[in-house]
């Protein structure tokens, strides 16, 4: 056996592999500084479904970390307010966190929603929406069903926050 000839031989070998890794790091940086992000907007919806109630209004204020939409006033079941969020295509682990604060006669929800790309495929045309219901706040929208050879929306509907009742009062 050659050891001169095999150490060499090791050498080539490690100069190939950092060629290739400054080539694959050369390459990604250039998709990195070509890439701009691509941008898709979809709204949140907060919506009254306070039916049976003597008193069905509600008041929400909604936040993101940074932007305070404020409070705003649903006085009956039907009234909703949208307001517009900005996701980046493509990205699915990072959401967008919007935290909205929920009043009624009933109780009082903290709603953390999250949002990716994804959710505004599923919500065109603002067809998802949080509603407020006398059991809490009910996500009602659309989800892919990939049951189906081609996969296609379904409505969903379920609750995802029960009332916080109001402390007794006596
Ligand atoms: C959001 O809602 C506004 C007003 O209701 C509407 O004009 C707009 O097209 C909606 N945007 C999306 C992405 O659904």
């Known amino acids: 056996m050659d050891l001169n000839n ?3 031989n090791n050498v080539v070998k490690t100069l190939a592999r950092w060629c290739l890794l400054l080539q694959a790091f050369m390459i990604s940086s250039n998709t990195v ?32 970390k940074r932007k305070d939409y404020g409070w705003h006033r649903s006085p009956k ?6 307001f517009p969020i900005i996701l980046i295509k493509g990205e699915t682990k990072i959401p967008a966190i919007h935290i909205c604060q929920i009043r009624s006669v009933l109780g009082t929800a903290t709603l953390v929603i999250q949002n990716t790309y994804l959710d505004a495929e599923m919500c065109p045309r603002s067809s998802c929406a949080h509603e407020a219901t006398p059991k809490g706040i009910v996500f009602r929208g659309l989800e892919w069903d990939f049951k189906t050879v081609f996969p296609k929306l379904k409505p969903v509907e379920y609750l995802e926050l029960p009332w916080t009742p109001w402390p007794n009062r006596t």
């Open 77 to 82: 079941p039907g009234v909703q307010f949208s």
């Open 6 to 8: 095999n150490k060499s």
């Open 33 to 64: 500084a070509l890439k701009e992000p691509d941008y898709v907007n979809m709204n949140i919806t907060i919506r009254n479904s306070m039916t049976g109630l003597i008193r069905p209004e509600i008041v929400y204020r909604c936040q993101s």
